[in-house]
């Protein structure tokens, strides 16, 4: 995390200010497209999911025109302050260690239980314990004395290695891990949680103050007239409301 912190400040010094006279037209918004609910690509290559829907209603809020991009998860925050896209809006925890790379909003989720999902019983502390890579989960795993932490870039690897046995049991948010465990009968969550991270934003250059404080208004229109919560409740069921 250090080089990537190093490395992303360098590129910020020669990164385009999409939003530095007021009048961008266009706010590319970067997701990975690969972490449903949260983002996903549907049968016709596009972006859909929770952040979809919660990111076009920002952006209409805000009398923004706005695109959608993909990108890598462990290139996502390099790429945006380079300037390949101007908000990231993928599943992303706030967190000391990255705002010092990048701002913050203000959270459009409060912070979503992470679960084990494991082919049956075991103790996540003394487990080989998969996680994707750059996360808060994994860096969770990398503070826990007894467990070992194997990391991978997508999440579907880390499912992956639960059912190969390359791990005892994987990471992640509940809201990822539940429609994998009811669809899947060999796969099960574990009674353990853990409760981590400040809760999801966008991510924008330090430098687009002016853009992070439009998306801070249209999300709090959204918390205030509810329908946040309605669509929380419609693709995160178990996720806590505002």
């Avoid at 459009?108 to 502390?125: F, N, Q, R, W």
């Avoid at 966008?202 to 853009?211: A, I, K, N």
């Amino acid at each position: 995390m250090k080089k990537l912190i190093l490395l992303t400040a360098a590129l910020a010094l020669t990164a385009g200010l999409a939003f530095a006279d007021g009048h961008a037209k266009t706010i590319r918004m970067g997701t990975e497209g690969a972490y449903p609910p949260y983002n996903f690509l549907d049968d016709n290559g596009e972006v859909a999911g929770f952040e979809r829907e919660v990111g076009d209603e920002l952006c209409a809020r805000a009398k923004l025109t706005c695109e959608w991009v993909t990108n890598e998860w462990d290139s996502i925050i390099p790429n945006l302050v380079s300037g390949n896209y101007d908000v990231i809006i993928a599943g992303m925890s706030i967190t000391d260690e990255r705002d010092e790379v990048i701002d913050f909003s203000d959270a459009y989720t409060l912070p979503d239980p992470s679960a084990y999902l494991a082919m049956g019983e075991m103790d996540p502390s003394t487990g080989v314990i998969a996680a994707q890579s750059g996360t808060i989960q994994a860096a969770h795993i990398a503070s826990m004395e007894g467990a070992t932490l194997v990391e991978f870039a997508t999440p579907e690897e880390t499912v992956a290695a639960v059912k190969n046995g390359e791990a005892d049991a994987v990471l992640a948010d509940k809201s990822f891990l539940a429609p994998i465990a009811e669809a899947e009968a060999d796969l099960m969550l574990l009674e353990q949680q853990e409760l981590i991270g400040g809760g999801i934003g966008l991510g924008v250059r330090e430098s687009d103050g002016e853009l992070r404080a439009k998306l801070n208004t249209a999300i709090q229109s959204m918390k205030d007239d509810g329908s946040l919560n309605e669509l929380i409740k419609k693709w995160l069921p178990e996720a806590e409301l505002f």
